[in-house]
C-alpha cells in the first residue's frame, strides 16, 4: 500500500496562502509515499493569447519565484504541466522574436534544473503522454472544462475499477461512469485564488473551490479523500489510514 497526495493549480503568485499552508502542513504529518502536483505551477499570465496590455507588461518575476519555491516546499516526484505552464514552452516552440525566445528557453532550464534538483519528473501538458498512473489511479492536469469536466475525464482515462483525479476546473467534482469493473472521476479543486481579474465576469468560478486529495492505493485497490476548508476556514483531514 502506497499513500499519496494530489494538489493541483497553485498558479504561482496568485497562490493563495492558506490553501498552501494547510497542504504542507497535511504533508509534514501524513507523510505520503508520492506527491503528485497536477499543473498550473505558474499563471503567466503576461505571454496568454488573450493577455491585456496591463498583463503583458507585467514582470514574471514573482510569479516565477513562488512557483518555483512552492516546488521546493511541496517536492513532488511528480509534476504533470498544465495549460498555463506550458505557456512558456509555446513561446519557446513558435516566437519568431529571438530575444522573447531566448528570455523563454532560459525560463525553460530554469524550471528543468530545479525539477532535477528537486528529484521530480515532469511530464508535458500533453493529453497522450501528460498521464501519471499510479495502480489504478491516473491522474492528469486536465483537458476539458464545464460542468461534465469530471465525467468526461472518467470515461477516456480511469481504467476499470479506477479512478482519475483532475485539477484544471478550480472545481471539487466526482463522477461515475457505466463501465464493467466501474469507473471514477475526481476534481480536487485549486489552490489559487478563486477570483483572479481575468474571469470576474464568469459565474464558473462561483464553483470553485480550495482543496487537495490524498488516500491510498494497491495493485488492485484504492481509497481517495477530499480535503477542502469549512465556512470558518478550518481544514478537517485525518492523520492516517487504517486497515479493518
Not at 498512473?133 to 472518467?154: D, I, M, P, W
Request: with cysteine; charged share 25%.
Amino acid at each position: 500500500m502506497k499513500t499519496f497526495v494530489f494538489a493541483s493549480d497553485l498558479h504561482g503568485d496568485h497562490q493563495h496562502p492558506d490553501a498552501v499552508e494547510a497542504l504542507l502542513k497535511f504533508c509534514s504529518i501524513f507523510n505520503p509515499d508520492v506527491r503528485i502536483f497536477g499543473g498550473d505551477l505558474f499563471d503567466f499570465r503576461a505571454i496568454r493569447r488573450a493577455a491585456t496590455e496591463a498583463e503583458k507588461n507585467d514582470s514574471m518575476a514573482a510569479d516565477v519565484e513562488a512557483g518555483l519555491t512552492f516546488l521546493r516546499d511541496y517536492k513532488p516526484q511528480i509534476f504533470l504541466r498544465g495549460n498555463h505552464d506550458e505557456r512558456i514552452w509555446d513561446v519557446a516552440r513558435t516566437t519568431q522574436h529571438g530575444l522573447i525566445r531566448d528570455a523563454a528557453e532560459q525560463g525553460i532550464k530554469d524550471i528543468e534544473k530545479a525539477c532535477r534538483k528537486n528529484k521530480t519528473k515532469m511530464l508535458p501538458y500533453d493529453s497522450r503522454t501528460g498521464v501519471y498512473r499510479l495502480g489504478k489511479l491516473s491522474f492528469v492536469h486536465g483537458y476539458h472544462a464545464g460542468v461534465y469536466a469530471t465525467k468526461k475525464h472518467a470515461e477516456i482515462y480511469a481504467e476499470p475499477g479506477g479512478c482519475v483525479l483532475h485539477g484544471h476546473t478550480h472545481s471539487i467534482q466526482s463522477a461515475s461512469i457505466v463501465r464493467y469493473g466501474g469507473a471514477h472521476g475526481r476534481g480536487v479543486g485549486c489552490l489559487t485564488f478563486l477570483d483572479p481579474d481575468y474571469n470576474r465576469h464568469q459565474t464558473a468560478k462561483l464553483g470553485h473551490e480550495n482543496g487537495f486529495a490524498y488516500g491510498m492505493v494497491d495493485g488492485k485497490h484504492w481509497q481517495c479523500y477530499q480535503a477542502r476548508p469549512t465556512e470558518n476556514g478550518k481544514w478537517h483531514v485525518a492523520k492516517e489510514i487504517t486497515t479493518l
